[in-house]
């Protein structure tokens, strides 16, 4: 008899444990992004939502990958929040378009272009403004590739001078 409770007091005591460590995780987490929320409900659904992310990219961590998972500041977003960030919008595909063929004989040997530093670094988006990402990182792989040299563009430039593109309010889709 006394054994059962000894365990059910050790299973006890892992279970506060568990839950005193996300806590404190979450609470790290939120120092770092200096999250603030209104309301005890808000800090618990932002919470379930932290630990749901937390534990996938435990799981991650754990399997071997060529990527990582970590934490930002979007990670007490729930799935709904997600979705309306990312606006995307299926487009119907058009009828009257013929493939076009990029085979020019090139050799069929892949090449990662990551790795000859062709390829920009991820890097935040603020605003509606992935257009300016996609744009200076195509012309920056396009430089690199044809010059060998790195260069880096400012988004902010495309931003602030580039007429009828809406600026932080382009459509990212």
Known sequence: MQTYIALALALAAV????ESEE??????????????????QEYETRLENWIRINKMVD????EESDYKLVHNEFSDWSNSEWESFLTYKEQEPSTNETPLNLNNGASSVPIDWRSLGAVS?????????CWTFSSTGAFEGAWKIKSGHPVKLTEQWLIDCVENANGCNGDCY
């Open 15 to 18: 279970a506060v444990a568990v």
């Open 23 to 40: 806590s404190f995780h979450f609470m790290q987490y939120i120092a770092k992004y200096q999250k603030n929320y209104s309301t005890m």
């Open 59 to 62: 799981t991650h961590k754990a």
């Open 121 to 129: 670094p991820v890097q935040k988006q603020g605003c509606g403004d």
